[in-house]
């Protein structure tokens, strides 16, 4: 990748270059990607979007550690690499397997629709969604060891770190926040058509992809 100068006051001098690397980024399915499908398609669009903005907390979260430095310390150092590799592995463990139990157990939300569904889309778990999302991106090593690996490319000597960083992590997050956006719609207009059943294969897809990439995240070597 071409190192890309930055200006005094944080400016990204080489628009076009960041911006092809920020959509690629985004672009890469993965657990935020799998978890996005499977909150949208058992709870609908509110709280797909609400797993959207926790997400994207997360990430800006990962540009201000980066700015500080904490994000180079766990990509150096193996134990604090692995201790959150593992807490992330667990997590989409833990998510995959209440997604799978979850559809032998109940009828999902999804199955209602018509004025019944518009009063219950206030029960829609709003903030469980957002939590979820944040808690996915904030234990996910690879954004760790991805901000050390993209910002510095992207800098040069006496550059002002941390408004650059928060700048491009800002980029990052718009581009998630409508590519995911327009993903979570899509899947709401098909959950509003399709047959409970099929919701509920739907569901144990995204559980098992969850589980596959939590396994990956904690049998993978560095």
């Known amino acids: 990748m071409p190192v890309v100068a930055v200006g005094q006051n944080g400016e990204v001098r080489s628009i076009p270059t960041f911006l092809g690397v920020a959509a690629a980024v985004t672009l890469v399915p993965g657990p935020a990607f799998a978890l996005l499908l499977q909150v949208a ?15 994207s907390l997360g990430v800006l979260a990962w ?9 180079a310390l766990i990509a150096a ?13 667990a997590f989409l463990l833990w998510m995959g397997g209440r997604a799978l139990v979850g559809t032998r157990s109940r009828t999902p939300a999804i199955a209602v629709s018509g004025p019944i569904a518009g009063r219950q889309g206030s029960l829609q778990p709003i903030w469980p969604a957002a939590r979820r999302g944040l808690v996915n991106s904030l234990a996910n090593p690879k954004l760790a060891v991805f901000f050390v690996a993209l910002f510095p490319q992207f800098l040069t000597p006496g550059t002002q770190v941390l408004p650059a960083a928060m700048g491009m992590a800002g980029v990052i997050v718009a581009f998630d926040v409508l590519w995911y956006g327009m993903v979570a719609v899509v899947v709401d207009r098909f959950r509003q058509v399709l047959q409970p059943r099929v919701l509920r294969r739907v569901e144990r897809a995204g559980g098992a992809i969850l589980l596959a990439l939590g396994i990956r995240l904690a049998t993978e070597a560095r």
């Not at 797909?48 to 903005?53: K, P, R, T, Y």
């Not at 540009?63 to 994000?71: I, R, T």
């Open 41 to 55: 398609a058992v709870h609908g669009r509110r709280a797909a979007l609400a797993n959207i903005a926790g997400n």
């Open 63 to 71: 540009g201000l550690l980066s700015a500080a430095g904490v994000s």
């Open 77 to 89: 150092n193996q134990l604090a690499y692995d201790a959150l590799r593992l807490s992330g592995a």
